[in-house]
Every structure is written in structure tokens, then in C-alpha cells.
């Protein structure tokens, strides 16, 4: 077998093995919070929560009505499933863009990918998985252009940044990452250039979705919300109200959420002291004691080798997760952990690399085996870690609800919920069209109290909430037992 041949079976297999049990595992229908509303947006072109990720729901859309096949919800998370497993073959093909061996490569690339939190977040849809696979083929053609110099691989990998960004603008943490990867090999000034300003055009350009669709969406009326007087900006169709410059700069910034103050304490004490105390643990269960000692050792060797490799990722993986660190208002900090397990893996196999290598005979070979016992037991290991994974495609806690809610109020309800919870009713509104008359209102439950009497003159008037509400001047109705509990308000 030829050394390309080897190179293309092992990033094919890269791909494959983890796609299929990332499949086996998937979420089978609509789930809650933020996962509900990244199902449910896409399929019908409207504006997610902050920051807009228009890239991801302009490929969202694309995916979910070529691809007819099956429920909504689950096309979503083959989405996800299909970057994840994408983001293994691309940590593949860096490692052999530097030289490590085709066989090392791929089970290192296999120990990436069934790693817990990996494997965990490549079941359901999120933005992430799809904007690091992107990032993570920029980072594999910039290693490429870095040893070769061959053209389409530099205009890869600006694509691959650009998209990157497109999906989700968090990715901007691993562009510094790249570019020391791409830079060691400089391209000339006009080819710079117009690189440059082909991967801004193409980074900010799905960004004029957002102020588009959000007036077409208002002037359409298309939002439910609207009729009941509510102002333009309501989640699901126009989350922020992006048409208006004040709402683009909220979107597109997330200000609400404070990123700016995460970024300023991006090298503070207290975000290297969150890494050491949340992520090395995590780290540690999930890719095992040996994996991170095989890195330093292949991160000193990159460094005696090819510096610029190893700064470039020490930045990819580094900075977003010192940004988890510092953002303390991020619901799920693992979101932003991929990078630096996949730097960490770059840097063991690397290290796995230049021991087979540096060593010969019986050395070489107990070395490699004692490596590839632990590598087995590792995978073996994630593999039982995971076995509660495989019960998610079973689960129906989503459309339970959605029946649920269509069961217990009447058919032309306002329906108040919270976050959690509105945006599994907003699929079964707006994709599976279940709720009929119903108006789904994201909101908690004394949020919008001030409408409530001008409602009630033409409409049924449902609250979703998770304790027993008192309205003063209303007679409320618990409509069942179960939770959250459903309040019909008089």
C-alpha cells in the first residue's frame, strides 16, 4: 500500500468509525433549551439565540430539507454527528501533515474521538461541532500549506476559518491558533492580500442574513407573536430583532451575556485556576493518565522541531478554553473543551511519533506496545463510560411534552413558557405544525403579566412554570400534576 493510500485509509477511518457510533448513540427527537431551538430555527429560517450563527442556520436549512429523512430534530443531530466525526478525520489529516505514522494517527484519532465529553456532545445538535469541524480543517490545511506551500491548500484553509467563523464568531478564539500553524510559510503580498480579503468577505458576509431576514420576517408578520401586540425581537423567528442596528450589535455581540468581561479576564488568575481545577480532572477521566504525559513529551519535541506548530496549538486548544474558564455565565463550559483535547492528542501522537522514530528493535517494539495496551485500554474504557449513551435515541421526553401540552390546553391557547421549555413547544408549533391554533410565548411566567387581561378578552391564557404561581386578580387552574406545572389563568 502506498504511503498516500495509508494516509487516506487512516483519515477515512477516522471518519467512519466514530460516525457510525456517534449515530448509534444520537438523540432521536426534539430535546429542550438550547438544543430545541437549534433543531427547530434552521428548518425554518429564523434567528436563534445569540449570536446568531447564520452560517449554521443557513447550512441548517440546507441539510434539514435535502436531507428528508426522518423526524426534523434527529436531521439536526446527524448534522452534529457528521462535523464531529468530521473534526476526527481533520485531527487525522494534521497528524499526517506532520509526519506521524498513518496507524499512530488513527488511534490517536480515535482516542479524540469516543473521549467522554467529545463523544457526549457529538450527539445532540449544537453550533459548536460543526464550527470547530470547520476550524479544525483550517487547522489541518494550514499545517499542509506550512510544509508544502501548495496554493489550494492556503485557500483552504482561510475557507475553512471563514466558515468557521460564519457558524459561530466564538471560533474567532482558534484563529490565532491557525494562523501561527499557516504562517510559517508566508505567502506572498498580493496572494496575502487577496486571501485576507476573501476569507473577511466570506466570514462576514452570511452575517447579512440576520438584519434581512429579521425585517422580512416583521414586515411578513410572520412571528405569532406579533399579534398579540408584542414587540418585534421574540425568539425562534427573530430572536433580538437583528433588522434594527442597536439588535444586530446585541445578536451578533451576545452583550447581554457579557462576553467582553470573559475576554478580559481571558489570562487572569482566576481562568488558569478554573482550567486546573474543571477542566484537568475532565481531561484526566477522559483521555487517561498516560495521554497528557505523551503530550508534554511531544510538545517538547514539536517545540525542538517545529515551534511554530506547537504555539499554534497551544493557541487553537488554550484560548477557548481558558474563555469557558472566564465565562462564568456559560451553562455548559464543555462546549468550548474540543480544541484543547484535540490539541492534546496532536501533541500524543506526535510524541508517539518521535518514538517510533528515535528507537529500534526489541526498544521500539515493547515502547509501542506498552503505548498501544494503554491506547486499548483507554478506548475500552470510553467505551463502557458511554454505554448510557445508546439509551438516547429511546428517549421521548421532548415530544411527551409537546403532546402533553397539546392534551391540557385548549386548542387556541397563548402558551407561556420559559426557556427551557418553550423552545420544545416552538418545534412542535412551527416544524411539526402539532399545536394548531396555540401561540407559544417565550417568557416567564410574570414576564409579560402586563398583557395578560388583554389576552385573556380573545384567548385562552395557559403559564407554564416550575413552582405554584400566585396572580394576584386572576383564578388560576392547575390543568394536571404534572411538572412543570400547567396554570390556566381566568
Given amino acids: 500500500m502506498s504511503p498516500r493510500l495509508r494516509s487516506t485509509s487512516a483519515i477515512l477511518a477516522a471518519f467512519f468509525l466514530p460516525l457510525g457510533l456517534y449515530l448509534a448513540s444520537l438523540h432521536g427527537s426534539v430535546s429542550f433549551w438550547d438544543t ?8 425554518i429560517l429564523g434567528i436563534p439565540y445569540p449570536t446568531g450563527f447564520p452560517g449554521y442556520v443557513l447550512a441548517g436549512w440546507v441539510w434539514s430539507h435535502l436531507f428528508a429523512l426522518g423526524p426534523v430534530a434527529w436531521r439536526m443531530n446527524v448534522l452534529a454527528a457528521l462535523a464531529a466525526a468530521g473534526t476526527v478525520a481533520a485531527l487525522a489529516a494534521l497528524l499526517d501533515a506532520l509526519d506521524v505514522p498513518p496507524p499512530v494517527a488513527l488511534v490517536a484519532a480515535w482516542c479524540y474521538a469516543f473521549a467522554g465529553t467529545v463523544w457526549q456532545h457529538a450527539t445532540y445538535v449544537d453550533v459548536h461541532p460543526l464550527a470547530f469541524c470547520a476550524a479544525a480543517w483550517s487547522a489541518a490545511f494550514a499545517v499542509r500549506w506550512s510544509r508544502d506551500g501548495v496554493a489550494r491548500d492556503g485557500i483552504a484553509c482561510v475557507a475553512g476559518a471563514a466558515l468557521a467563523f460564519a457558524c459561530d464568531n466564538a471560533t474567532v478564539l482558534t484563529l490565532p491558533g491557525i494562523a501561527l500553524l499557516a504562517l510559517v510559510r508566508r505567502p506572498s503580498p498580493r496572494a496575502g492580500a487577496a486571501l485576507a480579503l476573501g476569507g473577511l468577505a466570506g466570514a462576514l458576509l452570511p452575517y447579512v442574513y440576520l438584519p434581512l431576514r429579521s425585517a422580512a420576517v416583521t414586515a411578513a408578520r410572520i412571528d405569532p407573536t406579533l399579534a398579540l401586540g408584542l414587540p418585534p425581537g421574540r425568539p425562534f423567528w427573530d430572536d433580538g430583532h437583528p433588522a434594527s442596528w442597536a439588535g444586530f450589535v446585541r445578536v451578533v455581540t451576545g452583550s447581554d451575556f457579557a462576553p467582553h468581561q470573559a ?14 481545577a474543571d477542566f484537568g480532572p475532565l481531561a484526566a477521566h477522559d483521555l487517561g493518565a498516560p495521554l497528557p504525559w505523551l503530550a508534554l513529551f511531544g510538545g517538547l519535541v514539536l517545540w525542538w522541531r517545529q515551534s511554530f506548530a506547537l504555539a499554534g496549538l ?15 455565565v456559560e451553562s455548559d463550559a464543555t462546549r468550548y473543551y474540543p480544541p484543547a483535547y484535540f490539541a492534546l492528542t496532536a501533541g500524543a501522537a506526535y510524541g508517539v511519533g518521535a518514538l517510533d522514530a528515535a528507537t529500534r528493535g526489541v526498544v521500539r517494539y515493547a ?37 402533553r401540552v397539546i392534551a391540557r390546553t385548549p386548542a387556541d391557547a397563548i402558551v407561556v413558557a420559559p426557556w427551557n421549555e418553550a423552545t420544545t413547544l416552538a418545534y412542535g408549533s412551527y416544524v411539526l405544525h402539532a399545536l394548531g391554533r396555540r401561540i407559544v410565548v417565550t ?17 385562552p391564557l395557559v403559564v407554564v412554570s416550575d413552582e405554584a404561581m400566585l396572580f394576584p386578580g386572576f383564578r388560576v387552574t392547575e390543568l394536571d400534576e404534572g411538572e412543570p406545572h400547567l396554570y390556566a389563568l381566568r
Fill in 314 to 328: 497551544l493557541v487553537l486548544g488554550g484560548l477557548p478554553l481558558l474563555f469557558a474558564s472566564a465565562y462564568t
Fill in 36 to 43: 430545541a431551538d437549534l433543531q427547530t430555527v434552521p428548518y
Fill in 443 to 459: 417568557a416567564g411566567a410574570r414576564e409579560d403579566q402586563a398583557h395578560y387581561r388583554t389576552w385573556l378578552r380573545t384567548r
Fill in 263 to 276: 475576554l478580559a479576564g481571558l489570562l487572569g488568575m482566576r481562568a488558569v485556576h478554573g482550567v486546573v
Fill in 367 to 403: 515502547l509501542l506496545a506498552v503505548i498501544g495496551i494503554a491506547a486499548v485500554a483507554l478506548l475500552v474504557n470510553d467505551g463502557i463510560a458511554a454505554a448510557p449513551l445508546f439509551a438516547q435515541p429511546f428517549d421521548r421526553s421532548g415530544p411527551l411534552w409537546i403532546e
